[in-house]
């Protein structure tokens, strides 16, 4: 029998979880794209002979437009309905991984996968939204959590993933199916969604569309993150004309909030309510979250480059690697929906201390340890980073949202990503430029098995500096909320 679909205000439905794992199917295949490309690099780059920007647009460019799109798309999922932008979102995010997959030369693997990251960053904000919807108290406290778990596990699982799909395809053109194999997932979702997604409100506020709001934030968004994802074969610090963005970027933040005021002053649809930005517990969440995201995302791309181009490790050897880190991350972040309620801000902070503690060990033992020994002492030394990661996430998502309302919550959750992508997008082109030019450098005077070592300690010295960042940011607001 065909039941009615979930309605737009709560109703304590157990259909809301079926409806929840939907969501999360989808979120899964979106934030596995972030990280599965990672072991493939070596394979693309020798395929495809891409150098350094389309490497960097083809793992960066993802995350550059995934964050370009999320708060527009959290807007008209709010007004418009989220059930049709989620499915809109998961049949493009389909078609754009086939013609990543058949993608010939590396500019056009780099332009699938910007558009992939567009659908994908379409779809992040409405699973936000619903959560906001279809649940209250701790049961979103709970939901968030399983989302932090789904999000942490599939961005670390994505390595050992990939690793697997090269081990069985081959080098030479597995990559490609890393990229085929989200169509029938994708496929399989759509059905799903419409069965059982809230459709949209029959009563909302208001259908306006603040386009003016979208362009802003949009080319706000935009030149921001171009210097980052444009650094030359030469190294990061050449090229110094591509700064020149910044020139229109930091203008733009000023006309975008005075022209949002006045908008949702006038209307009460403005894109981005600057409300949110009067809500100590949500700035100090985007701070937190964008710091940090700024400093975990590099981990497994450094991981992948070092153990695979300098030690000549195979990919599924680097997946299991980083496996530990996908454990005890999915494990922690199952439990911190649980934990939050009780200790708050705490948990976040206790969760950036581990990971910054288990990071600056691998740092360590990157360095020190004999390479016949490198691949179980990393092991362990990620378990730890991976079980801090797994308190950060889903807590700090929850406690930023804790005093935004539902009829906010997709474009809530829009800003909140686009911070976390923005930071992504930062992190690792800065470690990513720092390593290719370490490493590139080294080579001819140590070898590749040196070099990798050295440029990936340095590197991870960048991601360490964001976490101890983000650190300071959770440590602040704790003491505000103790006060």
């Not at 705490?346 to 600056?360: D, E, I, K, N, Q």
Request: a positive charge.
């Amino acid at each position: 029998m065909t039941t009615s679909p979930i309605p737009d205000s709560y109703v304590p439905d157990p259909r809301r979880w079926k409806a929840l794992a939907v969501c999360f199917v989808g979120g899964f295949v979106t934030m596995l794209d972030v990280s599965i490309v990672n072991v493939a690099l070596p394979s693309i780059q020798s395929a495809l002979h891409a150098g350094a920007t389309q490497l960097q647009l083809i793992v960066a460019g993802y995350t550059l437009a995934f964050g370009l799109v999320l708060v527009p798309f959290g807007r008209i999922g709010d007004a418009r309905g989220r059930r049709q932008m989620f499915m809109i979102a998961m049949a493009g995010f389909a078609l754009m991984s086939l013609l990543a997959g058949l993608s010939r030369t590396d500019t056009q693997l780099a332009v699938s996968r910007l558009l992939q990251g567009a659908f994908a960053g379409m779809s992040n904000p409405q699973v936000s939204g619903m959560i906001q919807q279809m649940f209250r108290g701790r049961e979103r406290a709970k939901a968030f959590g399983f989302l932090g778990a789904t999000i942490g596990f599939s961005t670390a699982i994505g390595p050992l993933i990939g690793g697997l799909i090269l081990s069985v395809a081959g080098t030479e053109n597995g990559w490609r199916w890393i990229f085929f194999i989200n169509v029938p997932i994708c496929l399989a979702v759509l059905p799903l969604a419409r069965r059982l997604l809230p459709p949209a409100s029959a009563r909302k506020a208001s259908t306006r569309l603040d386009i003016v709001g979208l362009i802003f934030i949009g080319l706000g968004t935009a030149t921001f993150m171009a210097p980052f994802v444009t650094t030359p074969d030469s190294g990061f610090f050449h090229s110094p004309e591509r700064w020149l963005w910044f020139v229109l970027a930091f203008p733009l933040a000023p006309v975008t909030f005075f022209w949002e005021r006045r908008y949702q002053r006038k209307y009460h649809a403005a894109v981005l309510n600057p409300g949110l930005l009067r809500d100590p517990s949500f700035v100090f969440g985007a701070a937190v979250g964008s710091a940090y995201f700024a400093g975990f995302s590099a981990l497994m791309l450094v991981m992948s480059m070092m153990l695979q181009s300098g030690l000549h490790h195979s990919a599924l050897a680097t997946g299991l690697v980083l496996l530990p880190y996908a454990v005890a991350s999915g494990v922690a972040a199952t439990q911190a929906g649980r934990l939050v309620p009780r200790f708050g801000r705490r948990l976040v902070v206790a969760g950036l201390s581990t990971a910054l503690v288990g990071l600056v060990l691998v740092i360590g033992l990157v360095h020190l340890t004999p390479i016949s020994a490198m691949l179980p002492v990393l092991a362990c030394a990620l378990f730890l980073a991976g079980a801090g990661n797994g308190f950060v996430i889903a807590p700090n998502n929850a406690l930023a949202y804790q005093d935004v309302p539902p009829q906010e919550g997709s474009v809530a959750g829009a800003v909140l990503q686009v911070g976390q992508r923005a930071g992504s997008a930062v992190g690792v082109s800065v470690v990513l430029a720092v390593f290719l030019s370490v490493f590139t450098s080294g080579i001819s005077l140590n070898g590749p098995a040196v070099a990798s070592r050295d440029a990936a300690s340095l590197s991870l010295i960048i991601s360490a500096s964001f976490i101890a960042i983000a650190l300071v940011f959770a440590v602040l607001d704790m003491r505000r909320r103790a006060h």
